[in-house]
């Protein structure tokens, strides 16, 4: 009991730390790398309380693509010149009298909500052996708020069409060094196996099309940057196809449970995005692979996406 | 332990919030908004504890939170950095 | 037989830790980043596989035994990697900052 609450105690102590760190560094790089040992640590914060999923996703995705971006930004646009970049010191009182006002009226909105009445729980995983899966994260994300999910698919597209509306300069990627190859070589085909892997075993344990497909941009950017990957350019047709399966394969599902009924379809559902219990979970798996291949190479593209081609 | 990692998350917003009004450049105010997130990603989490068995629906959420910050960071970064060279070139950009 | 097992990861689990210390001790007092780099790798890496050990006598079945030692194989990996890029890469910028001074005596940059 004591050790447990030291363990917590250190832990909040230690993100704290980080994150002034992050945010009050001098240099910007120092900041960068700070932030993606924040994103370490709060991996293991989500590990802490009980959360695997969290705890897999934020650490491909919250330190490793996050701060791949971070560093590329970084690069291209080079350190802040000091001086003018810090606010001028009349600012700093009123800042913090504000930061510590929304504190404490979060504090007291949050404060009552530690014993508030828990509903969800129950529910969620009184459903579940019709949901088609064993884990219920992968049921909520993929069954009961498979909208949202459909949804956040179509997020990303989003995002990846902004970016690739700005002209920015082209990567300068330099030529890699023989020890990064060596390394490369042999993480590529584990970064394939792990995030294979990690989709198959979402249906039953922590896992899901998040965690693997940020894993498999994960391997696809270190070979990029490696130049073991030719530029991921978005005129290759097979690059456009993989991006919008995910969202297509779960529009098809949806249309089909939607009008199944009235064509005579037998076993689908009643409703839009309403699977039959009976072929929930090969659906399930179907769309989570799909997903899986759209999410990563959406983030591929998203780190390591050339624009070349919108110069003509 | 909810009502600890509430306070975090909690404490985590407000830190971020605080660099935000003050530290004007971009990189920095960008990796402000994701620390705020991530307070915000904790109270969800926090939440998600309490009782006996944990609320999936919640780490459902949070796991979408992360993928849409994730793009949203992508996205900011590349109108940041696309205005920064916008700005140094003058005779216009390609 | 589980109950001596449990007692003897105890010795494991602490030689681990203070290695953990005796690192974070070197990156935070050691001069220059060669130096930095070698205390960090090797006392991490030998931190870990301590743990590692300790954390494999107390599991109740031989697949988590498998997993932690693969754990620590490829984080060993990784860790040297990084260790040598981070050394080619702070060498490479001394070389164009003074290419007459010997290595590590140059001024340094703040410690990231």
């Known amino acids: ?312 | 332990m909810t009502l600890f990692y509430l306070c975090i998350g909690g404490g985590l917003f407000v830190l971020g919030l605080h660099s935000l009004l003050l530290r004007p450049h971009w990189l920095r105010a960008i990796m402000a908004i994701n620390i705020m997130g991530s307070g915000v990603f904790m109270v969800m989490v926090a939440l998600a504890r309490r009782g006996d068995t944990t609320d999936p629906v919640l780490h459902a959420l949070v796991v979408t939170g992360l993928v849409i910050a994730v793009s949203a960071t992508a996205f900011a970064l590349r109108l940041a950095s696309g205005l920064l060279e916008r700005t140094k070139k003058p005779e216009g950009g390609a | 037989m589980s109950d001596w097992l449990h007692a003897l990861s105890w010795p494991l689990l602490l030689g681990g830790a203070f290695f953990f210390v005796a690192g974070t001790v070197g990156l935070l007092r050691f001069p220059d980043v060669y130096a930095r780099l070698h205390a960090v790798t090797k006392a991490d890496t030998l931190g870990l596989g301590l743990v590692v050990l300790g954390l494999c006598l107390r599991a109740d079945a031989w697949q988590p035994v498998l997993m932690m030692l693969l754990i620590w194989v490829l984080v060993m990996a990784s860790g040297a990697t990084a260790c040598q890029l981070l050394a080619r890469y702070a060498r490479e910028d001394e070389q164009e900052a003074g290419a007459d001074q010997p290595p590590g005596t140059r001024e340094r940059r703040p410690p990231v």
């Open chain 1, 1 to 312: 009991m004591v050790a447990d609450g030291l363990f917590d105690g250190a832990l909040g102590v230690l993100l704290l730390t980080l994150a002034t760190a992050v945010l009050h560094a001098r240099q910007l790089y120092t900041s960068v790398v700070l932030l993606i040992a924040f994103g370490l640590l709060l991996a293991l914060t989500w590990a802490r309380l009980g959360a695997p999923d969290l705890a897999l996703a934020e650490a491909a995705i919250g330190a490793g693509l996050t701060g791949a971006l971070l560093l590329s930004a970084l690069a291209r646009c080079g350190e802040a010149p000091p001086g003018p970049s810090r606010a001028p010191p009349l600012r700093v009182l009123p800042a913090t009298l504000l930061a510590l006002l929304v504190g404490i009226v979060l504090l007291r909105a949050l404060w009552p909500l530690a014993e508030g009445p828990v509903l969800l729980p129950a529910l969620a995983l009184g459903q579940l052996p019709a949901a088609g899966v064993d884990h219920p994260v992968t049921a909520v994300l993929l069954n009961y708020r498979a909208w949202d999910t459909l949804l956040e698919l179509v997020v990303l597209m989003l995002a990846l069409l902004g970016v690739r509306q700005l002209h920015s300069a082209k990567q300068v990627i330099p030529p890699p060094w023989p020890l990064l190859l060596a390394w490369t070589r042999m993480l590529a085909p584990l970064a394939l196996l792990v995030g294979g892997y990690v989709l198959w075993r979402g249906a039953f344990a922590p896992g899901g099309a998040f965690q693997a497909g940020a894993l498999l941009a994960a391997g696809a950017v270190i070979l990029r940057l490696n130049h073991l990957l030719p530029p991921v350019r978005w005129d290759n047709g097979l690059v456009r196809l993989l991006v919008v399966l995910g969202l297509g394969v779960f529009l098809a599902v949806g249309v089909v449970g939607l009008v199944g009924p009235g064509l005579g379809f037998g076993p689908v559902g009643t409703a839009w995005l309403a699977y039959p219990p009976a072929l929930a979970g090969p659906l399930i798996l179907t769309i989570e692979a799909a997903a899986t291949l759209s999410i990563a190479t959406t983030l591929t593209l998203l780190v390591v996406g050339e624009p070349e081609e919108l110069r003509a």
